[in-house]
């Protein structure tokens, strides 16, 4: 990563003017964060200073704007919070990039450094705590080490394997004065990510491609965080290898293209399931194998030979044994095995995706049931997909409404879907489709969220509201956690213990909406949706919220139930596809 060069002179000032001018050079544009005691210091020249801040309203906000911030434009997301409880809030949001491999820089205070240990008011062991779910973490109590650590933090996030990095200052640093002097020179020893993978591995990829007869791409976010749409299109057209995207790559290739099996997994379609366990050649690129994918660990690609490219070499062979593990950056190694594959002869591939044509065609994702009484909640986002641009970024939550919006949503191109993989985060929707609007501010961005996960973040509606950050955000309200009430419902024997929220009208999410700067709109009748859609595309002046009134025990099909096979997969209730009804 390359930062600009600030100046070669050394400049008295004290160790927040170090902070902010550092982030300064480092490029940064905005900060979400919250003053407290330990980070008041750098508040002050934070005043004076280029960067924006938007102050949220709690901290978890402030870490899933980063994130949605650095998503939606490939940039760091920076984040900041005060001592204890103020980091402590940053926690989630934290985990959750560390788990979906977002590069994003939290800045925390800490009580000065003679207090560290002493359980000093509003102390907390940040470092410590969030040593598991950081890329690497700083504690700086020298001010005149705080624009090598900023540095260095942005190098880190950024840089092989994207993830969270937390700069931790105690108060009294922040306060000192310092001899401050800009270099964006960074020194890791022994941080060295492989990004340009073995060309002998590259080379017998290619070999074993040209071998396969049933050979399928598996590409999840790594390809997402290389940018590497247009090198896989290039490749699929080369190759004709049907293609399935995990949940963190949905837009990395067309969903419109025949070629695109969809989603694969715990809710995926029937044809990419298909497709995994009936392959002889299983080529994961930028994907790591997750349990929501595998299902029944020993069951799963039976037949398959696995080529595993990620840059994380911790990755490669993890869950899954990989036959030739290729270590680099997925760009780069699909333009290289396009290279490579120029000199080999193919085998005929239309049996192959003939079948898993046949298994799309007969087996589409559940669409739900039309009734007049009720609205459906794929039809709902499905709707919002439709009248939509092509350009707009969509964020959700997590449970029911995020399955339904990964199946029924147009992605068609890559950088315009966020949303919580690997920590299944709820209330990550709102504050994350802000970052992206702040990000993009020219995009149009929805927010897909469930009344359940809406109810813990949606006070940052009022950052919106306040910032002129004009997100809509469409509550998909099935009055319950609706996730979690199908599996009491298909598991459980229907005892619904504790998952009624009884969002019918309380709250009110229109007057709550309306209280907190938004336009509040509702839709109970399908005659009403693409009104209140329209009306919301229509609003670009603030923040709009729409609570789509859905029916109760819709359920998200198809389903593998956890720890059992991907081929147990069912299509409804005690309903499976017919597997062998075509042979290969």
């Known amino acids: ?117 002493t359980d000093a008011f509003q102390e907390a062991d940040i470092r410590g705590i969030t040593f598991p779910i950081t890329k690497h973490n700083f504690l700086v109590t020298n001010p005149a080490e705080i624009p090598s650590a900023i540095a260095a933090a942005f190098e880190i996030a950024g840089t092989g394997r994207p993830g969270p990095v937390l700069v931790d200052i105690s108060k009294d640093a922040l306060s000192a004065m310092t001899q401050f002097e800009w270099t964006g020179e960074v020194d890791l020893p ?16 290619a070999k074993m491609i040209a071998d396969a007869s049933r050979p399928v791409f598996v590409i999840g976010g790594g390809v997402s965080k290389a940018d590497g749409g247009a090198e896989l299109a290039h490749l699929v057209e080369q190759t004709g290898i049907p293609v399935v995207t995990t949940l963190m790559a949905r837009g990395m290739f067309p969903d419109a ?18 497709a995994l366990q009936r392959c002889d050649l299983f080529i994961a690129i930028g994907m790591r194998f997750d349990d929501r994918v595998t299902g029944q660990l020993s069951t799963f690609a039976p037949e398959a030979k696995v080529i595993h490219c990620d840059i ?19 760009k780069l190694m699909m333009a290289q095995l396009a290279r490579e594959l120029e000199g080999e002869t193919l085998k005929d591939l239309a049996p192959w995706t003939s079948y898993l044509a046949s298994l799309k065609e007969r087996y589409p994702t559940d669409p739900g049931d039309p009734t007049d009484d009720y609205l459906q909640p794929q039809e709902v986002i499905k709707r919002i997909g439709e009248l939509s641009g092509p350009d707009t970024i969509f964020a959700t939550g997590v449970g029911q409404h995020q399955m339904w919006a990964a199946h029924f949503l147009p992605h068609q191109k890559p950088h315009t879907w966020l949303t919580s993989g690997g920590a299944g985060t709820m209330g990550y929707c709102v504050p ?21 996960c ?50 019918w009208r309380i709250p009110d999410f229109v007057k709550l909406a309306e209280a907190m700067g938004c336009v509040g709109l509702r839709a109970e009748t399908p005659a009403e949706v693409d009104m209140v859609i329209k009306q919301a595309l229509e609003i670009n002046d603030r923040p709009v919220v729409i609570d789509f009134v859905v029916h109760k025990d819709a359920m998200v099909w198809p389903m593998v139930a956890a720890g059992t096979s991907n081929s147990d997969i069912k299509i409804a209730k005690d309903l499976a596809p017919a597997w062998d009804e075509e042979e290969l």
């Open 432 to 452: 994350a489709a802000m970052g992206a609007k702040v990000g993009k501010p020219d995009a149009v961005v929805w927010g897909i969220d469930g009344d359940g």
């Open 1 to 117: 990563m390359t930062h600009t060069v600030l100046s070669d002179s050394k400049q008295t000032m004290t160790g927040a003017q170090a902070l902010v001018a550092s982030l300064e050079a480092v490029g940064v544009e905005v900060i979400f964060g919250i003053p407290g005691g330990a980070i008041l210091p750098a508040y002050d020249p934070l005043f004076d200073s280029k960067v924006r801040h938007i102050l949220v309203r709690h901290e978890q906000g402030a870490a899933h704007a980063a994130e949605g911030y650095a998503v939606a434009t490939g940039k760091v997301g920076v984040c900041m919070a005060t001592s204890g409880p103020g980091a402590t809030n940053l926690v989630t949001g934290l985990a959750d990039a560390y788990m979906d491999s977002v590069p994003i820089v939290a800045i925390t205070g800490q009580v000065n450094s003679a207090a560290i240990g």
């Open 454 to 503: 809406f109810q813990m973040t949606n006070q940052e509606l009022v950052t919106c509201a306040l910032n002129d950050i004009p997100v809509k955000i469409a509550i998909i309200n099935n009055e319950s956690l609706g996730m979690v009430r199908q599996w009491q419902t298909l598991f459980y024997n229907g005892r619904h213990s504790n998952t009624d929220l009884h969002s």
């Open 257 to 274: 293209h025949p070629l695109n099996m969809g989603m694969p997994g715990m809710h995926g379609t029937v044809a990419a399931v298909g």
């Open 312 to 330: 994380d070499p911790a990755e490669i062979g993890k869950n899954r044994e990989a036959d030739l593990p290729i270590v680099g950056d997925a």
């Open 190 to 205: 022994g941080y060295r990510p492989t990004v340009r993978p073995h060309t002998r591995q590259v080379q017998q990829a």
